[in-house]
């Protein structure tokens, strides 16, 4: 990519006079696909975000690429094929870096609230939809190998199938470098203020912009009726709101698969193996006030501990928490049953408002959306995102420990050798960003100077995980903008 895109003077300059074919306000997972399948379709592309790209929910999902157990359960056959197929396609040809397969282990107690022989039908289902040969009955020799600390009172057996995980802030963000290098004219910390017919009022450091565009599309997620409101103020309620709730705390370092935890008939509860430390969570519990309003509260936190503690033992201390918030389709009916559906309407002048879904199938949401904006002949196929080709022979510049080479080939697949090489010239850059952490001071000059990065923040919750410690040093972006991380009240950092 030309790191002219990333020159916030230029790209305003840019917003101000083109007149663009498509504008997608918001730079979550659904807004980044957009703009990233709209580009390769050979539309000029704007995409703007009131904050960092990522920032909304596309940084606090539960990680999961996947076809959804529950989904099976609540009878959604296509959904979970649909899913499945599109995990594939990102493991192995868009983002084979940043996607990885986890085996999951579910586990069934003699107390709990399934019966072993209903698992088991649907886990055999789920595995057949998604192709997997991984499925079946384990003992409980086998699951503590898996799980070292997987509680194993009136433990009856368990089953075992395969998803996988990702790094959603990172996946997001790519899928926006891919819009760049193509031409899109991209901005964070850049707020759509008003729509018009032919274009949107751009709030940005300071200064109004009025941007062209022959379409709007409105991928601002939980935000998606108040940017529906600046279009029509009368526009009604179209979505729901639930808060969910995750934790970070030390551990899974030496886990083999991740923990489906049943809580309910319809609820699971996940502890996974991420990023060298072990993710807790999700709450599900509907949020009725503004977006901006959700916060981590301590009943959510202690809530998470007593539903992983029913499986997990010796869980470690907690480092940091974070909230996202599902947007579901309007209606009646408790949060955790409702269908993950994405909701696509459009407004009176034209404006295409697309929320809910899945991390995972952001693709096809994407594709849809363009389908639906009436872009003909729409190439469908998956595309490898940049860094996703050439991952089995990439030339190290410097030499580095396994661990290292392993998390940056991780994080930034092929373009990790790009990611170290300043540090011939620098060798500072080495040095980690926070201690005990495998991050390093060169992702942090990367991030600002090839993603975008303004705050600290940005840096080290989005596109670093150096953030998952809750520790968090100032690193002197030399931007205006830097701001401070609360590092010592996890719930502040959510
Ligand atoms: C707790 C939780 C767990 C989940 N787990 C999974 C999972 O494991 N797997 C899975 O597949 N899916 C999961 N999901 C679903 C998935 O995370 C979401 O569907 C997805 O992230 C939604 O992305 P989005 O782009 O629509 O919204 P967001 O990521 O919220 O992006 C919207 C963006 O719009 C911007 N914005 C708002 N207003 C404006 C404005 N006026 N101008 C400019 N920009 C604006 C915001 O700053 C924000 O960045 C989970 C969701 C939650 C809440």
């Known amino acids: 990519m030309d790191e002219s895109a990333v020159d916030r003077v230029a790209a305003i300059e840019r917003l101000a006079a083109r007149r663009f074919d498509l504008l997608v306000v918001g730079g979550g997972i659904v807004g980044a696909g957009i703009a990233e399948a709209a580009t390769a379709n050979g539309l000029d592309v704007a995409l703007v975000d009131r904050g960092d790209f990522a920032s909304g929910t596309s940084s606090a999902s539960s990680k999961l690429i ?4 529950r989904y099976l359960q609540m009878g959604d056959v296509r959904l979970v094929r649909e899913a499945h197929q599109e995990r594939r396609y990102l493991m192995n040809i868009v983002a084979p870096h940043l996607v ?16 072993p022989i209903v698992v088991r039908t649907g886990v055999l289902l789920y595995s057949a939809l998604a192709r997997a040969r991984l499925n079946g009955r384990i003992g409980r020799d086998r699951a503590l190998r898996l799980v070292p600390q997987l509680r194993t009172t009136r433990l009856h057996s368990s089953a075992l199938y395969a998803d996988a995980k990702t790094n959603d802030g990172r996946l997001t963000i790519e899928n926006i470098v891919a819009a760049a290098a193509r031409g899109a004219t991209v901005l964070n910390y850049a707020s759509v203020t008003g729509v018009r017919p032919d274009g949107a009022d751009v709030r940005v450091d300071g200064a109004d912009v009025r941007v062209r565009a022959a379409a709007i599309v409105n991928a601002t997620g939980p935000w998606l009726d108040h940017l529906r409101r600046l279009e029509d103020a009368n526009a009604r309620p179209s979505i729901r709101l639930s808060k969910g709730v995750h934790v970070v705390v030390d551990g899974g370092e030496d886990w083999g698969a991740a923990v489906t935890i049943p809580q309910s008939k319809v609820r699971v509860s996940f502890a996974i193996p991420w990023e060298g430390m072990l993710l807790l969570g999700t709450t599900d519990t509907l949020h009725e006030g503004a977006p901006d309003e959700a916060t981590v509260t301590e009943e959510d936190v202690r809530a998470i501990l007593a539903e992983a503690d029913s499986a997990i033992e010796g869980i470690g201390p907690v480092r940091a928490a974070f909230h996202g918030l599902r947007v579901l389709p309007g209606g ?12 696509y309407m459009r407004g009176p002048t034209g404006m295409l408002s697309v929320a809910g879904g899945k991390l995972t199938t952001y693709r096809r949401i994407a594709l849809d959306a363009l389908a639906q904006l009436g872009v003909r002949n729409l190439d469908r196929t998956p595309r490898p995102l940049p860094g996703a080709l050439g991952l089995a022979k990439v030339a190290w510049p410097i030499e580095l420990d396994a661990p290292t ?3 940056l080939l991780h994080l930034y697949g092929s ?39 303004v705050h600290d923040e940005d840096v080290l919750r989005r596109r670093t995980t150096a953030w998952l410690h809750g520790d968090s040093p100032r690193l002197a972006l030399g931007s205006k903008h830097v701001s401070e991380v609360d590092a010592a009240d996890p719930a502040a950092r959510s």
């Open 100 to 115: 990885e397969r986890l085996p999951f282990l579910f586990p069934l107690y003699e107390d709990g609230p399934h019966r």
């Open 66 to 69: 996947h076809g959804g157990l």
């Open 405 to 407: 080479r392993s998390h």
């Open 415 to 453: 373009l990790a050798a790009d990611v170290v090489r300043p540090a011939l010239e620098d060798p500072s850059l080495l040095e980690r960003i926070v201690a005990g952490r495998p991050d390093l001071r060169a992702q942090a000059a990367w991030a600002r100077a090839r993603e975008w990065a």
């Open 332 to 343: 009646p009916g408790a949060t955790a049953n409702a269908r993950r559906e994405t909701v």
